[in-house]
């Protein structure tokens, strides 16, 4: 079945750089649509970025743009989150997602995406 992991998450001090990846298998990757997600204590899961199939375009929330950045390598099924500035309200599990069936679009919802890793812990201290 469709795996996908994540990596690259811990604790770092306010200001740190971090690059998270994630892998997948079983997957038609280089046709997904992909995301990043991210859920802190008690809040609901919130959309951080996403990219289409091709990489040829991306969105971000408004809380990370300009510090993060997605990106994938068809070539290696590893979808990236290049993360800068962190701030302490950065602090969540960290969830990437892939969509089964093909789209042109950039996708926010988490109910969009039909395959989920089971997250990686970012921590940033103030």
């Known amino acids: 079945q469709v795996q996908l992991v994540e990596s690259g998450g811990g604790l770092v001090q306010a200001g740190a750089s971090l690059r998270l990846s994630c892998a997948a298998s079983q997957l038609t990757f280089s046709r997904s649509a992909l ?3 991210r859920q802190a204590p008690g809040k609901a899961r919130e959309f951080v970025g996403g990219i289409t199939w091709n990489g040829g375009s991306t969105r971000y929330a408004d809380s990370v743009k300009g510090r993060f ?5 068809n070539t290696k099924s590893t979808l990236y989150l290049q993360m800068g500035s962190l701030k302490p309200e950065d602090t969540a ?3 990437c997602a ?5 789209t042109s679009a950039v996708l926010y919802s988490p109910s969009d995406y039909d395959y989920w890793g089971q997250g990686t812990q ?3 201290s103030s």
């Open 93 to 95: 599990v960290y969830y």
């Open 98 to 102: 892939a969509r089964r069936l093909i």
């Open 35 to 37: 995301g990043w997600f």
């Open 122 to 124: 970012v921590t940033v």
């Open 69 to 73: 950045t997605i990106s994938r390598d």
